[in-house]
Structure formats: structure tokens, C-alpha cells
């Protein structure tokens, strides 16, 4: 396919030019889920360890090891000052300059999390949770509800679940929004 206007397109390494547009950098590894972006850095999972690299150099700029973190276990999530991160039994709030753990949450098989609206919201065990940014106070629960959160906008948050009933060809999965506020 072609290129988008004025954008590069990569294939097998090389790089085409299109436009005043240039490839800033690039990593030869990105670790298993999509990077949260925030404070002028890419935050990356690649294991047992994120890494945060400056938007505009690409040098390495923190680095934290996490309890529980795991390929296929973390999801990242960015907002206000902080990084979210999901493990098997923690969701953990980083700080975006230095990458150290600013608290450290215990939840009942955690399985998706997500920064919107000023809030966390986290798809757990114990069901879908709204916390405020700081995840100090639990502002709302909907105990019955989990899977992959895709969105959220207050008290409306988006879901994805497992659908054993649906065309496989097709998806999956099913989409439900559950009102937090009950």
C-alpha cells in the first residue's frame, strides 16, 4: 500500500522519504504491548522491566524493574504525571520523570487497566473499579463485569469480553459499556 502523504512507510528496514518528513529514530525490540506516551517519553514493557526513552532522541532515559511484571501480563496506561501498569496481582502507579513506583495497589487477577477522564479504571476479578488518579479512593464498582477495557468517559466504560457464541471468523469477542453509576 502506498504511503501515506508526507509520511514515511518502512519496509524490510529501510526507510522510504515522502514529503519534508524524516524517521526520528527507531528501536529494534518494543516489547509486547502498544507504549504509553507521556511527558515527552515512550514508555515501553519488555518483560519484567519498562523502559522510558525521550521522544526526540530515543535515548534511554529510566529504566524500573516490577514485581509480577510479565510478557503478556503488563498493560500500560498514561496520565496527568504518572505511568499506570498493570502485573499479575499489582497495578502500579510510576512516576513519568524517574520511573520510580509511587504506589504499589494489590487487586484480585488484575486483567486490564486504563487512564481516562482523570480517573483509573482497572477490569479485575472483583470486576470493573474507578479510582481517582491517584488511586487512593475507589469511586465507584461494578462487581459481575471484567475483560479488556478499550475506553472509558466517566462513568461510562467500554468493554471487551470473550464471546464463545460468536463467529470466530469475525471476532471474539463482545463489546459491552457498563454505567458505573449503577
Same mark, same amino acid.
Given at each position: 500500500s502506498p504511503a501515506p502523504p508526507g509520511g514515511p512507510l518502512a519496509r524490510g528496514g @529501510?526507510?522510504?522519504?515522502?514529503?519534508?518528513?524524516?524517521?526520528?529514530?527507531?528501536?529494534? #525490540?518494543t516489547g509486547v504491548w502498544p507504549p504509553a506516551v507521556i511527558d515527552g517519553k515512550v514508555v515501553l514493557n519488555k518483560g519484567d522491566t519498562l523502559t522510558s526513552y525521550d521522544? *526526540? #532522541?530515543?535515548k534511554q532515559v529510566w529504566e524500573s524493574k516490577l514485581e509480577s511484571l510479565?510478557? *503478556?501480563s503488563g498493560v500500560l496506561s498514561a496520565g496527568g504525571r504518572h505511568v499506570d501498569v498493570?502485573?499479575?496481582?499489582? +497495578?502500579?502507579?510510576?512516576?513519568?520523570t524517574d520511573g520510580k513506583v509511587i504506589k504499589k495497589k494489590r487487586l484480585s487477577s488484575p486483567n486490564s487497566v486504563l487512564y481516562a477522564a482523570?480517573? +483509573?479504571?482497572?477490569? #479485575?476479578?472483583?470486576g470493573i473499579m474507578r479510582y481517582?488518579?491517584?488511586a487512593n479512593k475507589? +469511586?465507584?464498582? @461494578?462487581?459481575?463485569?471484567g475483560g479488556e477495557i478499550c475506553g472509558a468517559d466517566g462513568n461510562h466504560v467500554a468493554v471487551y469480553v470473550?464471546?464463545?457464541?460468536?463467529?470466530?471468523?469475525?471476532s471474539p469477542k463482545r463489546l459491552l459499556v457498563v454505567d458505573l453509576k449503577g
Open positions: @529501510a526507510v522510504a522519504r515522502a514529503g519534508t518528513y524524516r524517521l526520528q529514530w527507531q528501536l529494534s #525490540s521522544l *526526540g #532522541s530515543g510479565r510478557y *503478556g498493570l502485573g499479575s496481582s499489582y +497495578i502500579y502507579l510510576l512516576s513519568a482523570g480517573s +483509573i479504571y482497572v477490569a #479485575s476479578a472483583e481517582d488518579q491517584a475507589l +469511586i465507584s464498582k @461494578a462487581p459481575g463485569f470473550h464471546n464463545p457464541e460468536s463467529d470466530p471468523k469475525v
